[in-house]
């Protein structure tokens, strides 16, 4: 599709969140368009095709529920879904609402600029089309928190022979890796879900491990019919009840500290979640990233399900986490990680002790060996929440970048607006719950808000609204403040751009939980936007 020259509203995206945005305002009357740099829907689901590659979060709750018809009739095959169920499911959704005839697929914004005096952005973009410009009256950023993804700076990577695959950046057709010498590198989410698969296809598997993470088996299986009948039974209020959680998930937390209760009491606790899969574990207790020692009695029950569950202890003992608070950084939810490692044709190498030095046109090298490699699958991760946003050159008022505005670190107000960037709204941005909750009911959550605003402007006939400077220095003092008084801090995570050489430390997710950041959205909509300049 060519981008029209004029639009009232430029969505950055067509993952979960641009596809809403731009149903949304339809609904609201407003001429909009969306640009996507991938030749199809998905965001996240369509880049991250990797063998493993699912999600999180349970099946029924990782899905929209703007529409009572959609979340009835869609049917989910399993309690977690895989990557090709949640393409499939967007797909739909984009056939459902009609929506790629207002999307430019394979277009990729290089700048946006905008202008004081119209109060209009104006977007270059590049795609089949050759250059485009398009003069858009507001731009949504519905850019994604881990759409960027980060080669390693290892020397060499250039040099290797072999193929070179990517984790976040996966071949759209299948990739075999029958009778193949294969390593990966990184343990993190991602590799925890590959490596089994991996595993149980290659003739022999080389994991480099630099810092191991925790990890809770999702028990994952076919969706429990049952359970989805009564779930879809309840939505509403399932749904109602999420907004207001701390992880936008319906779960129960547990409302006592895990030192409340005996040692015998708090292990008997953590056993019984055990079995639930995944996240459940964190809902056990109310205090677990905010108490060191309710903290390190979790991380102690999971390095001893570590120790049973991976037969050689010296190997149990390199996969178990110890520089870093359990749930400070996303807990990987896996099928059979841990198992794995008593494989024949599996072999954990601690680049901790033995570094990467380089990778060679035939494998790789670290300080005491040579790893003949047919396939390295790098699964290192991504320039997080801001990395997309900061690939283009975006520009406020007085042509200032967004690069400089945030080169001491992300500044927003809300996570939804910047301040000298006016008419520009960002999805799920720092400053906001997003990668610490289950990202479709904060990308809901954001939509809305940002579709109410700007029916707001266009009741009033405003031109513009921009966060103040003020209100963004309160917040970005708020999100500190808050994020102070838990553990996420003290792990080298990329929630703080830890992971990004150079990138400032600053950490940029709202931990206050996804119901009480609705409520100050709410609150702050409901005092005719304060802290945001509206002319
Ligand atoms: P990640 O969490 O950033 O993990 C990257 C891994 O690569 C780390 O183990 C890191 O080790 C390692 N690494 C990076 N550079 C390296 C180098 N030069 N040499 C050796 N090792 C290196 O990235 P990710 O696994 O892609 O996950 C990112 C996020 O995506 C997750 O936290 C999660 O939010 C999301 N995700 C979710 C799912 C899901 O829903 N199930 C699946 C995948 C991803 P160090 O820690 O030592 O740096």
């Keep these: 599709m060519r981008l029209p020259d004029e639009v009232d509203v430029l969505v950055v995206g067509a993952g979960f969140s641009g596809l809403y945005m731009l149903h949304k305002l339809r609904g609201i009357g407003m ?209 109602e009840r999420s907004r207001h959680t701390t992880m936008g998930i319906p779960y129960q937390r547990r409302d006592q500290s895990a030192m409340e209760v005996s040692a015998e009491e708090r292990q008997r606790i953590f056993e019984h979640h055990w079995p639930k899969g995944g996240f459940r574990i964190s809902s056990c207790f109310n205090d677990l990233i905010r108490n060191k020692e309710s903290n390190d009695a979790l991380a102690t029950f999971v390095r001893g399900k570590i120790d049973e569950m991976v037969d050689d202890p010296k190997i149990a003992e390199l996969l178990k986490p110890q520089d870093h608070p359990i749930t400070a950084k996303r807990i990987c939810v896996d099928t059979d990680y841990y198992a794995t490692y008593n494989r024949d044709n599996v072999d954990l190498v601690d680049v901790k002790s033995d570094p990467i030095q380089e990778i060679t046109a035939r494998g790789i090298q670290t300080a005491g060996k040579h790893f003949e490699l047919d396939t390295i699958v790098v699964a290192t991760g991504f320039d997080a929440m801001t990395g997309a946003m900061l690939r283009m050159d975006i520009r406020g008022r007085g042509g200032a970048s967004l690069r400089e505005h945030w080169d001491a670190g992300a500044r927003t107000y809300l996570g939804l607006a910047v301040a000298g960037f006016p008419n520009m709204f960002t999805i799920a941005g720092p ?35 921009e966060a103040n400077t003020v209100a963004e220095d309160e917040w970005v003092e708020h999100v500190r403040e808050l994020s102070e008084k838990t553990l996420f801090p003290s792990a080298n995570s990329w929630y703080l751009g830890a992971n990004v050489p150079g990138k400032p430390r600053v950490f940029m997710p709202y931990v206050g939980g996804v119901g009480t950041y609705r409520a100050h959205c709410e609150d702050i909509a409901a005092r005719d936007y304060e802290g945001f300049l509206i002319k």
């Design 431 to 465: 400053g906001s719950p997003s990668v610490l909750s289950n990202m479709v009911t904060s990308i809901e959550q954001h939509v809305e808000w940002i579709a109410e605003h700007l029916s707001y402007l266009a009741e009033r006939g405003c031109a513009s609204s």
């Design 31 to 239: 001429e909009a368009v969306a640009l996507e740099k991938g030749d199809g829907v998905g965001g996240t689901w369509y880049w991250n095709r990797y063998p493993g590659a699912r999600c999180d979060v349970e099946s029924p709750y990782y899905s929209y529920s703007f529409d009572a018809d959609l979340e009835q009739e869609w049917e989910w095959t399993e309690r977690y879904p895989a990557q090709p169920e949640l393409l499939r499911y967007l797909n739909h959704v984009a056939d459902r609402f009609d929506l790629r005839k207002d999307i430019s697929f394979e277009t990729t914004a290089v700048s946006a600029i905008f202008d004081e005096v119209s109060d209009v952005w104006t977007v270059t973009t590049v795609g089949p089309e050759g250059g485009q410009v398009t003069r858009a009256r507001y731009c949504v950023m519905a850019t994604g928190c881990l759409s960027s993804a980060r080669m390693p700076d290892i020397p060499g990577l250039e040099s290797f022979e072999g193929n070179l695959l990517h984790t976040g950046m996966w071949p759209h057709e299948e990739v075999d890796f029958t009778g193949q010498r294969v390593g990966v590198i990184g343990t993190g989410s991602s590799g925890i879900q590959a490596i089994p698969v991996i595993a149980s296809q290659a003739e022999n598997l080389q994991v480099f491990q630099r810092t191991p993470n925790f990890s809770v088996p999702a028990f994952n299986g076919p969706i429990d019919q049952e359970w989805v009948k009564g779930i879809k039974a309840d939505y509403p209020a399932l749904r």
